[in-house]
């Protein structure tokens, strides 16, 4: 079995994340890919994250209908920092002995993956690959990862974050049961709560 762990803190989760798990699953022949939204990421700054429950059923909703996708509630359920070392071996004691895991990660974090938690130790337990996006460097390539070029769309949390924050509609941008969560929960919005 070849398994996709996507991670990423998902505030919110958009278009652009489903299509980088899709091109993952299909270019990988990934069995399926799980999402592993977190709770404190340990290089971002809180500040503006919504409440993990809220993102969790964003991505709920994010991949309705969509074969082969899944959302894990681990990384969620610990306490303080979640480090991605950890969740990778929290998945290689669930899953089958056979499993190829592979670490999926978008390339926003391409030039500080190196000082993650254990790094070496990560990309040795898993087969570690960060999806391409426009927009970032390629300082820290060949460091113990691979680089999967796949189709983006050029959209980013911080991007729909932006303009709902201006009151600007963010169709095509997240999928639509998202953008109706959003929209009637009043998230991310400069007068909704954090």
């Not at 002995?97 to 990309?123: C, H, M, P, Q």
């Amino acid at each position: 079995m070849r398994v996709g762990i996507f991670g990423g803190t998902f505030n919110p989760v958009h278009k652009g994340h489903i299509l980088l798990a899709q091109q993952a699953k299909k270019i990988l022949k990934l069995d399926k890919v799980i999402f592993v939204p977190a709770r404190v990421p340990p290089h971002k700054a809180s500040a503006g994250i919504i409440d993990s429950a809220k993102r969790f059923h964003m991505i709920k909703l994010a991949i309705v209908g969509k074969s082969g996708f899944k959302i894990s509630r681990y990384e969620l359920g610990k306490k303080g920092k979640a480090y991605s070392v950890d969740t990778v071996r929290h998945f290689r004691k669930i899953l089958p002995k056979k499993t190829r895991l592979y670490f999926l990660a978008g390339a926003d974090i391409i030039n500080n993956v190196t000082s993650w938690k254990e790094s070496k130790k990560l990309f040795a337990l898993c087969d570690f690959i960060i999806l391409s996006r426009s927009g970032f460097g390629l300082e820290a390539k060949g460091a113990g990862f691979k680089m999967l070029d796949a189709k983006t769309l050029d959209v980013s949390s911080t991007m729909v974050r932006g303009l709902l924050q201006e009151n600007k509609p963010v169709t095509g941008l997240v999928p639509r049961l998202v953008e109706d969560y959003i929209i009637r929960k009043g998230l991310y919005r400069k007068a909704s709560a954090l």
